[in-house]
């Protein structure tokens, strides 16, 4: 071959096909990557990986309490992540989870201060899920309302309306509703969601939510109508569907679940309202609704993944020592790898060699 | 190198490309000499503008050989192909609105110190002198004609020194009278001993420009013959693979019926530019109503117009049923224009982003139709499955199920999926935007066939289309649109190409309007 004809070192190219097994080893992979590269961090710290993960799967799974306490951080995550995925399907960028939650339960919370003691708790607490359904839904539908109308940027809106809900709450914490140094008086027990299995019986809500969204997408016209906007807005209109309507409902019903995880928090894990109730949960089932493709399903195992890892830092810096924003950079690393992975399904690197062009995974 | 051999000015050996299973080029050598024009003539999709996207430093070969004057080369990128004197000017142009003709084509020019655009301008006119081009180097080019544009991006590969041209379907957004004119250039460039390559499909082009023609087909490459040894019916056959027939059957249907009566149309895009200027037309049941104009003269926003698409800010579409019922779509969304019995069939031009979602199979785009029909909240799949089925076997679409995401099917297929659904659905009126855009022969023939066999179901089609000679052999009547005006209404059977081209350009289609 003539020396004035080079080849790149290394390019790519589309790959043919790829079959499921294959697609999944990637996958797994790329979880060993992270959890690979989460050990270099481990290590930087001082501490030997190898103990400090069988710390983390110990202190997260090891016995029935801290599967408990495991199960209670997945449960929130878990409702957001299905209450954000109609809206992501839209591509509808909803980032204000967080809020609604909030909005949520602060509703929810107006209703047991308000009649508790005056009905029987099953009423209560049903009139309290209202509660937080309407208050969640409405703070959906406010962004909604107004990208439908005048297209305004629905990514910036959702995140604003994070901050004016959570300041709201910052205010009756140390105002109107102060119990004791700054914070709100525990609810009464009746206006706690009671427990089931050791753990309150949210757990329960969220995994009908689960079915609940599975079938919403799947197979309503509601579904359809919002895969169909979420693909091409013009092909929506071309179909006779309303685009705005639509918009505005799913931001409700959004809204509305990201509220009954709200009440489910207040409720049945805090027993109380304060401004920081939401935790998080709203950006961090972002993760958990990309990790898992939208499919309803695969957000309880993504979901329980993340609180292993989260439950499993705290143990780590009880006992080890470690700071638990460890956990932060392996859920980071975890979702860098896992997503970065979808490259090398759809495309193969290949290698320059000497005649023409070997191939590599 | 022995000196009967006869040294091509580039050469290419043995060249294959892939992309995932797709073959786009298989094991193709061809030569381009100076001094002649190659058309690189093969249906869409059969690997022309990937072969000379290898010259032009877009792609790489996977395998084969370039050769320059005889000599091996490598071209990684579009300043290599540059450096080797080679210039592509690809179908859609790459060029700064805001910027005047010459400091686009000095744009990413490195040689000289400082910019002289005095300089610059001279030397434009000296190009454009030499060839017979044109333009002035100081006309900023939101400001210029589509043609215009494209002068500019050939003085653009000319300046940088090119002498080995290749045009990608130049043509395509052409007027016959603007056609003629950049035919002549390149005859002129022809004469001063430049290797000429134009990628088409048009056999009338290839007929009038070329010295030699080169096929490829479905990636292969099929010969080269020398023009004037050759036909148009010899070349589709090598095109295509066997024997075609290129005649359209056009029936008169006898009981002709007011459809469709536009008044006074008259539409604004989003950015408050007039799109369509007081159009009156009246489209009949039982004709096929072609619609001509450059590209982007209106014709996509009167489609959308008429099916509730597209704001209208004045004027009237008035519908008259087969039974004389009349209604007035003005102001009616798609949902109200169907409620009230009108059934309009549309295939937009913007197939996936318009017509379909992409995402989905056959039957997900079948629902796009049917998805609000039954009570309660649940969809129903089964009935859309049936006709995704249907349209599978009756149009031969080629997919491995009918929930393989329509995206990932062949043009051609995916307009078999919009057309077939939009058929099913019995239209009274059926209007399509370039309808054969991307489609390989056969299959633009079974759409011209359903279209005919639409028209002689009573139906009244409105057919947009950009092919001359296709309109001038499938329609009853074409209209023509210039700048969002209607510039005359002219009978198919008996109109000429210049006499459309005249109505393309200018209102009226008076030549001495300048």
């Known amino acids: 071959m003539n020396e004035a004809v080079k080849t790149p070192l290394l390019r790519m190219a589309k790959r043919t096909s790829i079959s499921p097994a294959a697609a999944w080893a990637i996958r797994l992979g790329s979880i060993v990557l992270a959890l690979l590269l989460g050990s270099i961090a481990v290590a930087i710290t001082g501490n030997n990986p190898i103990q400090a993960y069988g710390t983390m799967i110990k202190g997260s799974l090891g016995s029935k309490v801290y599967l408990r306490q495991t199960i209670k951080i997945a449960i929130p995550l878990l409702g957001c992540a299905l209450a954000i995925a109609p809206c992501f399907k839209m591509r509808f960028w909803n980032i204000g989870a967080e809020g609604q939650i909030t909005a949520g339960a602060l509703a929810a919370t107006f209703v047991a201060r308000n009649l508790t003691g005056k009905v029987p708790s099953v009423l209560l607490l049903t009139l309290m899920c209202l509660a937080a359904i309407v208050g969640g839904g409405v703070w959906g539908l406010i962004p909604g309302f107004f990208k439908a109308k005048w297209n305004t940027n629905e990514t910036l809106f959702t995140l604003m309306m994070n901050y004016i809900i959570i300041g709201v ?7 109107p509703w102060e119990g004791r140094q700054g914070r709100m008086a525990q609810f009464d027990p009746a206006a706690c969601l009671p427990k089931v299995g050791g753990v309150h019986c949210g757990w329960i809500i969220v995994l009908l939510l689960v079915v609940f969204i599975h079938v919403y997408m799947r197979y309503t016209k509601h579904g359809y109508e919002i895969s169909v906007i979420g693909d091409s807005m013009n092909t929506a209109r071309y179909a006779g569907m309303n685009v705005g309507k639509i918009m505005m409902r799913t931001m409700f019903l959004s809204g509305a679940i990201c509220g009954i995880v709200g009440f489910v928090v207040c409720s049945g894990a805090n027993n109380t309202l304060a401004s920081d109730i939401a935790n998080g949960v709203g950006f961090t089932s972002i993760t958990v609704a990309w990790l898992s493709q939208l499919n309803a399903f695969a957000m309880i195992v993504i979901s329980m993944l993340l609180a292993i890892l989260t439950k499993g830092a ?3 810096q009880t006992q080890l020592m470690i700071p638990a924003s460890i956990s932060d950079i392996i859920i980071g690393l975890l979702l860098f790898c896992m997503l970065g992975c979808e490259f090398f399904i759809n495309f193969k690197l290949i290698w320059r060699s000497k005649r023409g062009g070997k191939e590599a995974a | 190198m022995t000196a009967l051999e006869p040294v091509y000015a580039i050469e290419l050996k043995n060249i294959t490309k892939r992309f995932g299973s797709v073959v786009a080029n298989d094991n193709i050598s061809l030569g381009l000499k100076r001094g ?5 003539l093969g249906e869409n999709g059969s690997g022309k503008t990937t072969l000379m996207n290898m010259l ?14 005889g000599a091996p080369i490598s071209i990684r990128s579009p300043k290599d192909a540059f450096d080797h004197r080679i210039g592509m000017i690809h179908q859609h142009y790459k060029l700064v609105d805001v910027f005047t003709a010459a400091q686009n084509i000095v744009l990413g020019l490195k040689d000289e ?30 400001d210029m004609s589509v043609s215009e544009k494209q002068t500019v991006e050939i003085v653009k590969v000319l300046y940088r020194g090119a002498d080995i041209l290749i045009l990608d379907e130049p043509t395509a957004v052409l007027t016959p009278q603007e056609t003629e004119k950049l035919f002549a250039i390149l005859r002129n460039m022809r004469d001063d001993n430049k290797a000429i390559v134009i990628i088409t499909h048009k056999l009338n082009e290839v007929m009038a420009l070329s010295d030699e023609v080169a096929v490829l087909r479905k990636g292969q490459y099929i010969g080269t013959v020398r023009t004037s040894r050759t036909n148009p019916q010899a070349l589709t056959d090598m095109m295509v693979g066997r024997a075609v027939t ?10 002709l019926q007011e459809r469709l009566v536009v008044k006074d149309l008259t539409c604004y895009d989003h950015e408050h530019v007039k799109k369509l200027d007081h159009v009156t037309f009246t489209a009949m049941g039982g004709e096929i109503l072609g ?9 996509r926003q009167l489609l959308e117009a008429i099916a509730g698409l597209c704001p209208i800010h004045e004027g009237s579409v008035v519908y008259t049923s087969i039974e004389g019922e009349q209604h007035e779509l003005v102001g009616m969304s798609p949902t109200q224009i169907h409620k009230v019995g009108v059934s309009l069939g549309f295939v937009p031009e913007d197939r996936l982003g318009m017509g379909l979602v992409g995402s989905m199979g056959m039957t997900g785009n079948m629902m796009i139709r049917s998805w609000k029909e039954g009570k309660g909240p649940f969809v129903d799949r089964k009935t859309p499955q049936a006709l995704a089925k249907k349209i599978w076997e ?3 679409v080629v997919t491995p199920s009918t929930e393989f995401p329509v995206r990932r099917m062949s043009g051609g297929n995916v307009q078999k999926v919009l057309v077939g659904r939009e058929i099913a659905s019995n239209p009274s009126v059926l209007m399509s935007a370039y309808p054969v855009r991307g489609l390989d022969i056969n299959t633009s023939y079974t759409i011209y066939n359903l279209m005919t066999q639409q028209k002689m179901k009573g139906v009244a089609v409105i057919f947009v289309g950009e092919d001359l000679d296709v309109l001038l052999e499938l329609c009853d009547r074409i209209l023509v649109l210039c700048g969002g005006k209607l510039s005359g209404i002219v009978d198919a059977r008996t109109t000429t190409k210049e006499e459309i081209g005249l109505l393309m350009t200018r209102v009226g289609g008076k030549e001495d309007a300048t």
Request: hydrophobic share 35%.
């Open chain 1, 169 to 175: 709450v910052a205010w009756l914490q140390i105002g």
């Open chain 1, 314 to 316: 705290d143990t780590l």
């Open chain 2, 36 to 40: 002649e024009i190659l058309s690189l």
């Open chain 2, 56 to 69: 032009a430093g877009i792609y790489l070969p996977d395998e084969g050989q370039i050769l320059a004057d």
């Open chain 2, 113 to 142: 110190g400082k910019l002289d655009i005095k300089k610059t301008n001279a030397r434009v006119r000296e190009i454009c002198q030499k060839y017979g081009f044109d333009i002035d180097p100081e006309k900023k080019v939101y």
């Open chain 2, 246 to 255: 290129l005649n359209i059957d056009r029936p008169r249907y006898d009981d």
């Open chain 2, 291 to 299: 619609v001509a104009g450059i590209a982007g003269s209106g014709q």
């Open chain 2, 394 to 396: 009756d149009l031969e």
